[in-house]
Nanobody, 126 residues
């Protein structure tokens, strides 16, 4: 079964930039929907961005214009480029995969994504 592994988290000042990555081991993102979600302490998990199998992106309103989701040509890697970061972006960022390609038909919702990585911490200081 494919495994997802996030990396690239860290600490950055408000207004700064950071990119996180997700690698699909034992498979690819091909033919699937993939997404980024985040969870802050004491908060529920929320959607951030996603890509369906055609490469059509989806973004949460809170990150539109600031974050960019992408995948490499081989569909082994997914990235989230984050700019103009705010303290409220502080969270653990998770990569998720849905082989049923739910983003082609449905909003970006965590319950549609059965495969998850372990997460990577992003901290934005004020």
């Amino acid at each position: 079964v494919v495994q997802l592994e996030e990396s690239g988290g860290g600490s950055v000042d408000s207004g700064g930039s950071l990119s996180v990555s997700c690698v699909a081991r034992g498979g690819t993102f091909r033919g699937s929907s993939a997404g980024w979600f985040r969870q802050a302490p004491g908060k529920e998990r929320e959607a951030v961005a996603g890509l369906d199998s055609s490469g059509e992106p989806t973004y949460a309103d809170s990150v539109k214009g600031r974050f960019t989701v992408s995948q490499d040509n081989a569909k082994n890697w997914m990235y989230l480029e984050m700019t103009s970061l705010k303290p409220e972006d502080t969270a653990i960022y998770y990569c998720a995969l849905d082989l049923s390609d739910s983003l082609r038909w449905f909003p970006l919702l965590s319950h549609n994504f059965p495969l998850w990585g372990q997460g990577t911490q992003v901290t934005v200081s004020s």
